[in-house]
């Protein structure tokens, strides 16, 4: 893949439960709930741009799903590739879940999308899928940075590109979210 994916709309249909979830997932990570660092919005925009990289990877060619995408959510796509072929997207609705519970101390965030598009014969399509969303427990120990590194445009927190040049930046994020289950149906 060479060019940077154009991110999609996203919507939650459930925003009246982010206090609570945002409560549970400050618990898990022993912070007060005004200290964790996600927004509703970042949610969304992380989904908006993680969902076409996650379309347009091909086959073992992956290899841009790491750092997004766990090993195991990286396995679940390559073990269903036929499901993700000539499949254009237009637009997805997330239904945050909660946080599930875990064995380890990181937060995650479970979220259930509908996604909507077409199949390569233009044929409407509706995919669904479960993700959990790792929040890492604290900021990535560089300051954050408010516009792009390459263009000097201002960034969106969770997304992954640029929407103005496509620079990649995820390494630019202040906030690592990485999704560490993908289950499809």
Known sequence: ??????????????????????????????????ALPITPEAITNLIGSALPLLYQAGGDDVGTL????????ISERVNHDELFQGVSLSSATAHLVGAPPRDDEQPVLRVHLTITGQDAGGQPRVARQFWDIAIAAQEKPSAPQDSC?????????????????????????????????????
Do not use: H
């Open 1 to 34: 893949m060479s060019a940077s994916p154009s991110a999609i709309s996203v919507s939650i249909d459930n925003p009246e439960d982010w206090n609570g979830i945002a409560q549970a997932l400050a618990d898990v990570a022993g912070q007060p709930g005004s």
């Open 66 to 73: 790491k750092g997004t995408f766990d090993k195991r959510a």
């Open 149 to 185: 590194p390459s263009c000097g445009a201002p960034l969106i927190q969770g997304q992954l590109f640029c929407s103005y040049c496509g620079a990649d930046l995820r390494q630019a994020a202040s906030v690592a979210l990485t999704i560490v289950k993908l289950q499809l149906y």
